[in-house]
């Protein structure tokens, strides 16, 4: 499916100017108030089902779409990381809805250097530390295993289509060290096309590991609760 034109709600631009503007105001909708607004954090528990090619379910809490993929722009593109614990907060929520009990394990998407320069470290990577320290404090058994690496050089994927994603991530991921035990859940930030998720999964099950789904911040072209994936909505074979 070529790559649609992001969506530009009007949002953006104020919450954007918010940024450079106001001291304290919500990450999704720009209101003066918290880093984020209790509408905006509604927005980010709507969740939004999908599945890659072969099945394995992915959740995400939202679309990525309104505030929810502000609040996500803002702490991925303008430093706005005191938003993050309300993103580890509805993954959180969502980790309980994939995984409902049990022991499980976390494994964020390895990020590529540059991205990790640019946001001053690995957002994905912190993102599951504290979804795990905050499944831990409810009770679960939760972890995060950095046992996904990358084994060659991945450009950014943000002009690509669907195609071309999955071609540049294809055999791109291998497991480090020790399959973990249990059943792990591959973490994201935003799950577009599925190619680097599914990626992810299969360098993963390649190694010995239980992947019991995909856990994600946002996913593209659903519109919340469980709709047809965006990977299925192109041509055949793309
Ligand atoms: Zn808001």
Redesign the pocket.
Known sequence: MPTRPPARPPLAPLAAAADLLWPG???????P?PP??????R?LRRGAVTALPDGTPVHGCAPHEG?AR??LLAVKERDRAEARPVLARALAHRLGELVPAGPVRLVPVPTRRASRRARGGDLVADLAARTAARARAAGRDAGVERCLGLVRAVRDQTDLDAAGRRANVHGAFALRGRAPTGACVVLDDVVTTTATAAEAVRALRAGGVRVAGVLTVTVAGVDGGTARPAWAAGPPGV
């Open positions: 105001h919500c990450a999704g909708c720009a209101r108030g984020c607004c209790p509408s905006c954090a927005a505030p502000q609040v």
